[in-house]
């Protein structure tokens, strides 16, 4: 931690900021540039409250020179985590797609997306059953019955689910039905849910929030790995910017600098990113040419139909071409589709032979 | 509703669009442009899933007109909703003044700091028990103890109190202490914590979240309302830009717009908008000048010793000259700093005689 | 300037960055940290090209610790710089209000505004003749012709004139006409233009770009000032932020923070930062709360018969109910609105006598 | 155009509304709906000024339809335009690449950067000789000098050239020396420039605004066109949000949106975006595979001495990588890298062949 003193700063203030980080049990090296003091904080800095020297007489700013986060560090963890969901693994070279509806809207569009997702080589199933959204008039989503579905559609297909808990009561019922619990953007900072979920035996997707940055995601997912659940899948979505012909703006520069600062592995959703389905394709060729471990894309079979997001939803058709693509970019690159391995008996209880023995990083 | 067909449309598609609507059960209005069609859907469009429409073929983009939310709007109810506290009504033309530490970090410091807001001229008092914070490892709040510790300062000073329920659960404990229950900018959208204090009895202070539109704002506040409780006041605490220099930027527009759209209160937080005490003070008394119904502000009995926010928190000093400072502003509006009235007896269970008779707008 | 290695930074990488900045004949400052160490450099780092440091093997950030800008800075000159316009000071504690139409559209509207707005009190007018537009499109202004209605509107009511030069050849001969030359958000950074209003003989009026920091707004008044003109007064007109209700997301911090940093005066376009004329006055009256110098605001005799922002122009009647309120607003913080001294005899050739004599500030 | 008018309008208030748009000579269209009234204006809206129908009492926002571009509207063209360079074309399917460093700094560099990118199958050589700079006290590029070196380095390498006009009197000269005129991102909207780029008879690059919409962008390529130049190329180079961890916020969503809404190419220039080397490969590769037309990549044969964007500039071996990388995802989606056609004599004069015949689009 650095603490950067007003030009104006008199002799007394500097002494009272080195004797006050002194107190706090820190060492104090000052750096007298030409225009100002400089005093470098050494020791256990992520013990103090940096605001509280921000109010000593004389500081201009604090600068954090740690990262804030530890666990989910590529300083802590040099190796790249993979998440094994039992029949696939997220963050090895493989690239693991998720589709499926927005919503879990009814048994037969899920099952009948569900079957065509998996043929087109899809390695997952997505879908809400509990849904997040900003108008109290809209369709909430089937709750427990949605899960049900989810299940019914897995058994069929053999593709793992990832479905969200928007509650740290719903976690549990998520974790027992789903193979990965989702938490979704607008929950990004809602703690309890994060070390709910941290507590789970299942792995967590974790979208970045709308108007969060790199280093404020990477400390949810620290609130999730601390908590005891080293098996975070981390999602870029798009963030809000000024631009206004996208539902957001999809920042696919984070996949690299996620990569260069923490072991995760990192997906992108490229369906809410842009809210239109002619720009979903272009993103999530482009996802995985940045790098991206994998998509989590929208397919609905009849989007003209569906109760929630049908304007960024595929067609089954042209996830098929999706998928065809991006084998090839993949390829390109000296990577590949993931293909689901046979399920193992005892997935049929709802947890994955991986996850089911024990949370620690896969590695 | 409002669909704008592409320009190379053709008839089969615009006549899809018409009986997709009219199987909906709305009417139809047809534009011809020079260039395109515009369809306007008319009848209860609330029930119609917009982006369903926009899978059609042929649709460019889909216009809402009618304003997303209903109970909180203007159109609704014409006249400003005033929320009584008991001692003092947050959205008549007096001025609210809630002042204190971020945190509740102790005994001693709440209690001076209480004594010494009261004294400057506050009418309410603010701390946090239950913390969200970005990085795991940063002071939590005392929790529980920190609800009594309130207690204790409102008893000494009279002051309503208002602090932050995190989630669902924490609602009805904080409900039965506190005087307003906070919803924080980081919770805007989480809806079940949104419910649950829609069924509580007592008033909510409802944050902007920092990447949140006023229309967005504007629906988390319906979802309390819609679940029974009308008695909510909105606070303006800065938005997230490219901007560096403050921790947020603060919107002052919103309070105009809100005043515009909305009958609810509303009252601006100068503390987290910009981060730095010196701005605060200026902050204050623009948000005063542009019709704010009250503050929330961060007043610590020693800054540099604080927990949480040190930076940003005045001393007891600055507030006393901000509270003056505001006195005189308000004066030049016509308008004046709320003094408290004697609380009255049924206060001390917990309940305020307004609120505690029945959840409906005062007005 | 501080260089932050990176935590796996080997020591010949911290040895290479301290001979490189030797080289460059700095001083190296040595900080070991638990984690990483930090290098201060020390001596004149403004001949450093600090992204060439940040090229170097081992080295992940570069932290700048003086402000980039000198002549502007509160650091140089203690002092406010008041601009004299000669009939009117813009900086001293009396509020400056220039309003007038978008744009100059033809001579019977500008005179009729003009006097208009000297009736309620207007202490200059505005109006551009050279128009910059978004559309090719768009009326582009008169030009010349403009310069002249804008000559006959300053002889009938007083007024000095703010107008917009969009070109370093438009410069002479607005400066010709103009008291004050108006440089615009869209050419915040066009630096050719700034180096020639640096060499105008008349004080400059600055926007702040629509995404610029406040930074880069000072280093461009910089730009002014190291030209050799140090009469700059700058104009907070909203950023561009995620916000869509208003055409721009006004950030009156920008004022006590300007205050702080630099000597300048700095006023609000509470016109350009809303987009509706029924938020300019709450703006308005913010903005002299937050310690705004001025004002900059549309006004028009008809603004539905406006070519240009009539939907963001208040009328006469509001306009005169603006300066009423802002007239309060001021007198509460010890303040008043400006009135126009008598303009002396040398004005009539279009330069007023203080900004005629020399370019020196005026403080 | 449609105007809706406020839930409260009175019929004399939509009857005026209607009066105005008949006497601006457009039919109006009426829409009932529950709440409001919504009036479709038909007819030759480009030349109603919108501001002024959101004047008339009981309007509450217009919402145009057609879009305000034409002439670089994929409605008005609907083949793709290909800019020839003379030995290159930008917009056929083959990537190409401009390649050198941020500024002209030297003889000895440019040319040896030249080579190198030449050898590594660059298609373009990028440098700026003027230079526009945030700080007065930065290295303002080597101005005429600097063309000299840069058609050395041509004459050299064979490479067609890019380089940076910041003024309207340099657009001249750099069009006699430069294969095509770059006008960046700070002078997106500076609209004298853009007129007389539009007047050249070189083709121009024009970088996307920092803080500019797609329209707006469009519109600025609008100008150029209108101007008498079809030769134009966008660059997408980032744009301003929160997110600081990267200099800017790479928007790959625009290259499909744009290639919707526009038959312009359009490519990419990472090393802006992003501000670190480590970081352009990736957005290269991600840039291709969104279907680019081509990049914009600084490289500079030893970034640790630039002048100008060292972290930010890629080595020889480094761009040598990226070539190799973006290649290979070319061929993944049946493309490949541009290969240079041998240069034909004319062109020593400056002109190539395709823009020195007519300033007539390619297609």
């Known amino acids: 931690m650095l603490i950067v003193m007003k030009a104006q700063a008199t002799d007394v203030e500097v002494t009272g900021v080195v004797n006050s980080l002194q107190e706090r049990g820190l060492e104090a090296h000052l750096s007298r540039g030409k225009e100002r003091v400089v005093i470098g904080a ?49 963050g090895d070279r493989a690239i693991t797609v998720f589709a499926g509806p927005c919503a879990v809207e009814g048994r037969d569009v899920v099952l009948s997306t569900a079957a065509a997702v998996a043929r087109a080589g899809a390695t997952g199933l997505r879908g809400g059953a509990f849904k997040p959204r900003t108008s109290p008039y809209s369709f909430q989503g089937l709750g427990s019955a949605g899960l049900e579905i989810l299940a019914e559609a897995r058994a069929l297909t053999g593709l793992p689910v990832v479905t969200e808990a928007m509650t740290p009561q719903q976690v549990a019922e998520v974790a027992e039905m789903a193979d990965v619990i989702q938490l979704g953007a607008r929950n990004m900072q809602n703690y309890d849910l994060l070390q709910e979920a941290g507590r789970a035996r299942k792995p967590v997707l974790l979208k970045r929030g709308m108007s969060s940055t790199v280093d404020e995601w990477l400390l949810a997912a620290e609130y999730i790995v601390a908590a005891g659940n080293p098996n975070v899948i981390l999602c870029e979505r798009g963030i809000r910017t000024f631009s206004q012909r996208t539902r957001n703006t999809l920042d696919l520069s984070a996949i690299p600098l996620v990569k260069e600062l923490s072991h995760l592995p990192v997906i992108v959703d490229p369906s809410h990113a842009t809210g239109h389905w002619s720009l979903v394709g272009p993103m999530a060729r482009a996802a995985i040419a940045a790098g991206a471990d994998g998509l989590l894309v929208e397919v609905h079979a009849d989007p003209a139909t569906a109760l929630c997001d049908g304007g960024q939803s ?50």
Request: proline share 6%; net charge negative; no cysteine.
């Open 314 to 363: 595929l067609t089954p058709e042209n996830f098929g071409r999706l998928m065809e693509d991006i084998e090839l970019i993949a390829r390109a690159q000296g990577r590949q589709v993931a293909r689901l391995r046979q399920r193992q008996p005892q997935s049929t209880d709802g947890l994955t032979a991986a996850s089911g023995t024990s949370p620690v990083p896969q590695d």
């Open 42 to 90: 050494v020791g256990d800095v992520h013990s103090v409250t940096q605001s509280s020297i921000l109010a000593l007489e004389g500081v201009e700013r604090i600068i954090p020179i740690a990262h804030p986060f530890k666990l989910v560090s590529r300083n802590f963890k040099n190796h790249d985590t993979v998440v094994d969901l039992g029949v696939v693994q997220v």
